[in-house]
Every structure is written in C-alpha cells, then in structure tokens.
C-alpha cells in the first residue's frame, strides 16, 4: 500500500520545521507549501528550502499570494515598523500588531488546493495555543472550523471518500517542549530563521518571534544555533 | 455616518458583475478583488476591471495566486482540455472537471484579509445555487461553514467588534433571473465574460459557462450582448 500523503506548511521556522518532521516521523509521504505572503523577510523562503531539503519531502511549493497590498500588518506593511522589546498590543485583546489579517485561513485554503489535487486528506499546520502570540488563527476552536468547512468545500469532502484532518501536532507544547522534540527527530535548528527583522543572516534577537525563541531554547537547556546581533 | 464597507468577489463574468452591482445598490462602499489564480483566461481580468470601472467601486485589487501549479482542473492545467458540447462529469458526484479545487475558500480567505483591514464585515460573492455547475464551495453549507470560520479567524471576530457575513444575492436565482436583476441594476453585460475557453474576444458557445449563460438570455428574453464564434 502506498503511504498516505500529507501537505504540510513549513514557513522555515522553528515550529513548521517541527511540524514537517512530526509529518514524516509519522510516516506520511510529505509535500511542503511555503506561501509567500509578501512578508518583509525572504530569508525564511531560504530557510524553508533548505529545511525542506534537509529533512526530505516529496515535492516543495513556494506559491506566492500578495497579502502585503492590503496592507495592516507590521509584518506586511512598510508603514508599520516592527516592534522592539515589548511588542505593542491591542488593549483589548492582548493581539499584537504583527498580526497578519486571516494568514492563516489563507494558508491552509491553498494548502487543501494541493491536498485535494495530490488525493491527500491531511494537513499539518506548526500553530501552538500555548506560546501562540495572542493570534486568534492559532487557536483549536479555529482549526475545527476549518476542518468542517474542508469537509464540505471539496469534492473529496463531498464524495465522502476521505475526511479531512488538521494535524496540529504541537497545539499543547511550550517551545521549550517543541524544541525537545525537534531535537529528538533531528530538526537542525540552526537551518530555521524565526526573526520578523533579521540583517544579513543574524536575527534580531529583540522582537516577539527572536524572544520566545530564546526563551524556548533557555528552557530546554539547549544553546540556540542561530546568529543573533542583539541577545 | 460613514457608509459601511465591502469585499466583493470579481472574476468579470456575469455573476459577480451582477453581485457587485447589487452590493452598491445596498448601499455598501464596494472594493472589488479579483483573484488570478492561475486561470488560462486573461480576459477575465479585464472584463473585471471594465465593470470595476464602469459600476464604480472604491478600489479595485487584482491579487495573483498560482493555483496552476498544484494542477487539477481544466480551468488552470494544460494538460486537461476544456470540455466541448456536454462536459463530462464524475459519475458519482456530478462534479465537472472544470471544478477547481477549493477555489472558493481561497477565494473568500483572500477576501476575508482585505476585509478585516479595511474594517469591513461584509463579503460578497456570486455563488449560485441553481444553476451552480455542481461545484461544492456554491452550496448554502459551505458558505455558512466559512462565516463560522471568519469569525474564529480573525481579530475582529474574537473582539466582537463586528459578525462577518458572507452575502450571496444570487443564491436562490435562476441565470434568467440573475440577468434581469443585473439589468435592472444597470450591469452592462458585454462588459462581461464569461466563456472558459474563449478566442480573440469571441466566446466558443460550447463550454458548460457559455451554454448557462446562453439559456440564461434566452429564458430572460433578451439578447446577450457578447460576441460567439459557435453560438
């Protein structure tokens, strides 16, 4: 019997590295989406490649969508500088100005495209409740949504001859425990670029991804790989 | 007070010309996305932006995704030819194999990004029930599966600031009645395009759209304004 395809969404950093590995430990036969999405930082592009690489998948998709012209973002919008140290947030709701309008609803929509096309019934997405940044796109209530709408959206679903699944296989891990794991299935960390604002290859060491990074590694008792100019 | 906002779908055919149309007529400030995802018709982008231009929208924004690249429909790959006389369709489903795999989710996620930042709740777009081709993502289920979901997904959802909602004015029309409304409105249909395989402006008469929409006219008792090489 062939192994079971899965299309997983690797953007190049520590989680969806993770998550990839996660795809394959579990035996499914991998195909990696990077969606660029007009994000500021072409270098987790590069990072994507060469995890992808590394780890082997199948087939590896960069599909371009162009987000970045609707502007909102600070990681999309040249208007919005990205925040330094402690990172701005809306009073209300603890969501912070990095916040990509529906990223992830986008995401995993071109995602289904490809699994739909491949045959495939499942979908891997590196989202975390824990350490999740106050994104609501990140939280169990929104991947069931999605799951149902998956179910009813496609012809697959229609026809009833798979159910689509969202593996979330790190929603309930600390980064400190994400990054247990990645070392456990040989994630080489030193591949993965997190930072929102990296200079020639050295990650911020500042912003809201370089800081729960950090903490993560400092928590597991692991020395980080990566190059920072400010930690 | 300030009018409220839209997102409304544009392909250039004559359903979404007709939708947008009836969203000005409401009264919303419309912004018209047209999304490419890959489609081989070109002249779909500017018939949208003829009847942008001609109904009179806020802004307009042609957003480009490859969808082709996944494969999987004879409306974005080269190697399934658009069918001729009567498509053939999947035995057990009746879906045709123009269906391209889960388009109207990418559609309406892309939409739903524009949405939050410009503030608006409100998306619109010219799902058709009736005469719907068989495509899953047109069903009243899949629509309210992904208002659900925007809900969930978004900052605006979680801050309750507003309840997206997905209007579908065509829902319950017949293609006959999709035009006389869009005559009413002032839609010019030889603005508009519609064909899945046209050639030098002219549309081939042929294909599962053109048939529809030929059938349309004729029930409505008007003459279709566009040009057919085979009509």
Chains 1, 2 share one sequence.
Not at 73 to 81: G, R
Not at 130 to 136: A, K, L, W
Not at 178 to 192: A, F, K, M, N, P
Not at 200 to 224: H, P, S
Request: negative net charge; hydrophobic residues 40%; contains cysteine.
């Amino acid at each position: 019997m062939r192994s079971k395809r899965a299309v997983v969404l690797l953007s190049g950093g520590l989680d969806s590295s993770t998550t990839l590995a996660e795809a394959i430990h579990e035996g499914y036969e991998s195909y990696a989406l990077t969606v660029r999405y007009g994000q500021r930082h072409e270098h987790e592009i590069d990072a994507a490649r060469a995890i992808a690489g590394k780890l082997g998948v199948r087939d590896h998709i960069v599909a371009e969508i162009d987000l970045k012209q609707f502007g909102g973002s600070a990681l999309t919008s040249d208007d919005i500088d990205v925040p330094k140290e402690r990172w701005p947030e809306d009073l209300a709701t603890g969501i912070p100005v990095t916040y990509v309008p529906a990223r992830n609803t986008v995401l995993l929509s071109v995602a289904l495209a490809w699994a739909e096309v491949l045959g495939s019934s499942d979908l891997f997405i590196g989202v975390n409740a824990v350490d999740y940044s106050g994104y609501p796109d990140c939280r169990p209530e929104f991947i069931e949504a999605f799951e149902n709408l998956a179910n009813l959206a496609t012809k697959a679903g229609v026809e009833g001859a798979s159910r689509f699944q969202v593996h979330t296989p790190l929603l309930t891990l600390s980064k400190a425990d994400i990054i247990r794991r990645g070392l456990e299935l040989g994630v080489d960390y030193s591949l993965t670029s997190t930072c929102y604002d990296p200079t020639e290859g050295e990650a911020c060491g500042q912003c809201d991804a370089c800081q729960l990074r950090l903490k993560g590694f400092e928590q597991a008792g692991v020395q980080d790989p990566i190059r920072y100019r400010n930690a």
